[in-house]
């Protein structure tokens, strides 16, 4: 299985749910990859407290090696990373990434990602792909490695907007990259329950038929707690409800 998570707009929890669901999914004793493609690295922060210089240069080295021309180039393979958590491994990211992106656009590799995960599937039972808050290469070329796609959402206006046009731009990129791409659902995060305006927001997404999962994630200081730890949820505070509510989410998503 391999699952993206995506949303062009930035702030709405994208990589702290990639990082969370992957971390309950080892946690459940899946052999769980995370592959963070976000030059900004948060993912990679986050499951490792690494920053900077000191960060290894993970998927970046890749994508530097299918640059590389000659017999001996190292195209198919990945440094990757063992977290401290049990059956959690990742790929990591470094800003490195925004450097190589126009000359992997020039170069036309935008299907190396999913010749990698190809490589990677025996390995891993579950893998999980954090994406750039925009619609570039990497996100691109994440989706068409991909099986399903999760988009986070907070209900205020502009993510609504930004809603719409996610939907039509992977509905085209499935139709013209990777028919076999599923949208899985719409991740509602950050949620405040007793707020009028997030609950007027939800029903309407419904009433339209859009596919809301029916886990909201709360909004919480928890979370930010645990990216300070630099541990996901499932480490940090196991009985909290926000946790509960990510276990509760991935049991969906597996079909339990």
């Given at each position: 299985m391999r699952r993206v998570v995506f949303n062009q707009k930035g702030g709405v929890g994208?990589?702290?749910i990639a990082c969370n669901l992957a971390a309950v999914s080892a946690n459940a004793g899946y052999r769980t990859l995370l592959i963070d493609l976000d030059a900004q690295a948060n993912a990679t922060q986050y499951?490792?407290?690494?920053?900077?210089?000191?960060?290894?240069p993970g998927i970046a080295?890749?994508?530097r090696n299918t640059l590389a021309s000659g017999p001996f180039a190292k195209k198919n393979e990945v440094d990757i990373y063992e977290t401290e958590f049990d059956n959690l491994h990742l790929v990591t990211a470094t800003a490195e990434l925004a450097d190589l992106q126009p000359k992997l656009e020039a170069k036309f590799k935008i299907n190396k990602l999913r010749k990698l995960l190809d490589s990677l599937e025996?390995?891993?039972?579950?893998?999980?792909?954090?994406?750039?808050p925009a619609l570039n290469f990497y996100a691109v070329s994440a989706m068409i490695a991909a099986d399903r796609v999760l988009i986070p959402f907070d209900c205020d206006s502009f993510s609504r907007q930004a809603?719409?046009?996610?939907?039509k731009e992977i509905s085209d990129l499935r139709d013209e990259h990777n028919e076999d791409l599923s949208?899985?659902?719409?991740?509602v995060n950050q949620f405040q329950p007793r707020a009028a305006l997030p609950q007027k927001?939800?029903?309407?997404?419904l009433a339209e038929g859009l596919p809301v999962l029916p886990v909201y994630l709360n909004s919480s200081v928890r979370m930010r707690e645990s990216h300070e730890a630099n541990k996901p949820l499932i480490h940090f505070d196991s009985r909290?409800?926000?946790?509960?509510?990510?276990?509760?989410?991935h049991d969906l998503l597996e079909g339990h």
């Amino acid at each position: 299985m391999r699952r993206v998570v995506f949303n062009q707009k930035g702030g709405v929890g994208k990589s702290s749910i990639a990082c969370n669901l992957a971390a309950v999914s080892a946690n459940a004793g899946y052999r769980t990859l995370l592959i963070d493609l976000d030059a900004q690295a948060n993912a990679t922060q986050y499951l490792t407290g690494l920053a900077g210089e000191e960060v290894p240069p993970g998927i970046a080295t890749f994508f530097r090696n299918t640059l590389a021309s000659g017999p001996f180039a190292k195209k198919n393979e990945v440094d990757i990373y063992e977290t401290e958590f049990d059956n959690l491994h990742l790929v990591t990211a470094t800003a490195e990434l925004a450097d190589l992106q126009p000359k992997l656009e020039a170069k036309f590799k935008i299907n190396k990602l999913r010749k990698l995960l190809d490589s990677l599937e025996d390995e891993y039972e579950r893998i999980y792909v954090d994406t750039p808050p925009a619609l570039n290469f990497y996100a691109v070329s994440a989706m068409i490695a991909a099986d399903r796609v999760l988009i986070p959402f907070d209900c205020d206006s502009f993510s609504r907007q930004a809603l719409y046009t996610v939907l039509k731009e992977i509905s085209d990129l499935r139709d013209e990259h990777n028919e076999d791409l599923s949208i899985e659902g719409i991740v509602v995060n950050q949620f405040q329950p007793r707020a009028a305006l997030p609950q007027k927001m939800l029903e309407e997404l419904l009433a339209e038929g859009l596919p809301v999962l029916p886990v909201y994630l709360n909004s919480s200081v928890r979370m930010r707690e645990s990216h300070e730890a630099n541990k996901p949820l499932i480490h940090f505070d196991s009985r909290h409800k926000l946790t509960q509510q990510f276990v509760e989410l991935h049991d969906l998503l597996e079909g339990h």
